[in-house]
C-alpha cells in the first residue's frame, strides 16, 4: 500500500465521559512534533472551555434501534449521510488512520451493523459537497478519501465512545463552495430556512434523546444553533477536517486527532 504500512496508534490512559484522555503528555509517541502539537492544543483551548458543560453530559452509547436505523435511511438517502466507522469491520481499533488507510464504509451497510453505531453523539458537517453522488455505495458521506479529509475523522473518533456516531449535514443544499452556500444562505427567508434545515430537524427527532452535537466548523455551530436553538447547551465546535483548514490541523491525523481529543475530553 502507497505510504507504507499503517502505524499502531497511542492508546488513551483513561476512557472520559466522551473521549479518552487527550493531554500532550499521552500523545508523545506521534512523530508530527512537539511544536506543532503545543500549536494545536493551544489553538483547542478556547473550544475546549466552550465544550466543557456539554461534554459532561454524555456518559454511555446510546444504542441504535433496527427501526431507527430504517428511518434514517428513508429520510436521506444511504449516500447522503453516514455512520463514524471506516474501514472494514473487523479492523484493529488500535491502529492508526493514515493517508493510506482504507476508510470505506464497512461492506453491506446494513442493519449487522447496529451493535456498533451510538446516538449519544452527531456528528455534523455544514452541507454536502460536490463529492457527494447519489450512485455511490450506501453511507459513504465522509467516507471518499485523503483528498477530502476523511481520514482525519476517521482518526479522531477511532476507539473512542463517538465511534459510531450519526453523521449528516444541517443543509441539504449541495455546494463545495462553503462560502457561496453562506453567501446564499443568508438571503434566505424564515421559512426558507426552515424548509432547507427541516430534514436535519427530522433527523434528530428520529434519534431521540439528547445527542452530543459535534459540528465541523464555525458556520455548521451557527446553523445547527440556529436550527435547534433548544439543543445549543449540547452544541460543540471542532475543526473541519478538510485540507482548507490545514492551518489549524496541519493536515495531520495525527494532530487532528490531538486537537478533537483535547476539546471533546476538556475536564
Request: net charge neutral; proline share 6%.
Amino acid at each position: 500500500m502507497e505510504g507504507g504500512p499503517e502505524r499502531r496508534g497511542p492508546r488513551s490512559q483513561r476512557e472520559l465521559a466522551t473521549l479518552p484522555d487527550a493531554s500532550p503528555d499521552s500523545f508523545c509517541a506521534m512523530d508530527a512534533g512537539a511544536e506543532k502539537r503545543a500549536a494545536v492544543v493551544q489553538k483547542s483551548r478556547k473550544l475546549a472551555d466552550a465544550a466543557h458543560a456539554a461534554t459532561r453530559g454524555v456518559q454511555t452509547r446510546a444504542p441504535v434501534s433496527e427501526d431507527q436505523f430504517r428511518r434514517l435511511c428513508a429520510l436521506r438517502g444511504r449516500s447522503a449521510a453516514s455512520w463514524a466507522i471506516w474501514g472494514p469491520s473487523d479492523r484493529d481499533a488500535h491502529i492508526a488512520f493514515t493517508g493510506a488507510s482504507d476508510i470505506s464504509f464497512p461492506a453491506g451497510g446494513s442493519v449487522e451493523l447496529l451493535p456498533h453505531l451510538s446516538r449519544s453523539a452527531v456528528i455534523i458537517g455544514y452541507n454536502p459537497g460536490n463529492a457527494h453522488d447519489p450512485s455511490r455505495a450506501p453511507w459513504s458521506s465522509h467516507h471518499y478519501g485523503a483528498k477530502h479529509g476523511d481520514h482525519l475523522l476517521a482518526e479522531a473518533f477511532r476507539a473512542t465512545p463517538c465511534w459510531g456516531a450519526y453523521l449528516t449535514d444541517v443543509l441539504t443544499l449541495v455546494d463545495s463552495d462553503a462560502a457561496a452556500v453562506t453567501t446564499r444562505a443568508k438571503r434566505w427567508t424564515v421559512s426558507e430556512w426552515a424548509s432547507e434545515t427541516a430534514l436535519f430537524r427530522e433527523e434528530l427527532e428520529v434519534l431521540g434523546g439528547e445527542p452530543l452535537l459535534i459540528c465541523l466548523g464555525a458556520a455548521t455551530e451557527k446553523a445547527v444553533k440556529k436550527s435547534v436553538p433548544e439543543a445549543a447547551q449540547r452544541t460543540v465546535r471542532i475543526w473541519h477536517n478538510s485540507p482548507s483548514a490545514r492551518a489549524f490541523h496541519y493536515n495531520s491525523a495525527e494532530l487532528y486527532r490531538l486537537h478533537v481529543h483535547h476539546v471533546l475530553g476538556a475536564s
